[in-house]
């Protein structure tokens, strides 16, 4: 449902969402051994992160990755989804159809519309500040 990259930036934005809560920044190394992901691909997830503007990096020796407190408070999973994988989980077709709409619906279009729109909903009440209430508590994982 959502690509490898989709699902580490979901994971690195929680991670560094509870980091950040606690004052701290975090270097690609830290970020990609807390959700086991590959260090390269992490460090191009995090910069379209810090592209997208959710979450900021300082350069320099100690320097890291962090999220402001002003964006912990607002950003939701479907902001991230939107952004990494684009429109596609809302828009497009469960068949992979150009022209599937109420109008011309595929052979699933009126069973999958109701559950599009719940995965809408779930992603975008999800409140990333609030995900990491869970993770700081020991009760959720980021990594197998």
Known sequence: MLSKACEY???????????SKEGKLSIVKEIAQ????????TAKVLQQLVKGGFIS???????GFFIEEKTLQHLNLLQIVTAIDGRGLIDNCMLGLNQCSEVNPCPVHHLYKGIKADIVQLLNCSLVNDLTIEFSQKLSVLKN
């Open 9 to 19: 930036c979901i994971k690195a934005v929680v991670f560094l969402a509870q980091r």
């Open 34 to 41: 807390a959700i086991d992901s590959p260090e390269a691909f």
């Open 57 to 63: 990096s300082v350069k320099g020796v100690k320097g």
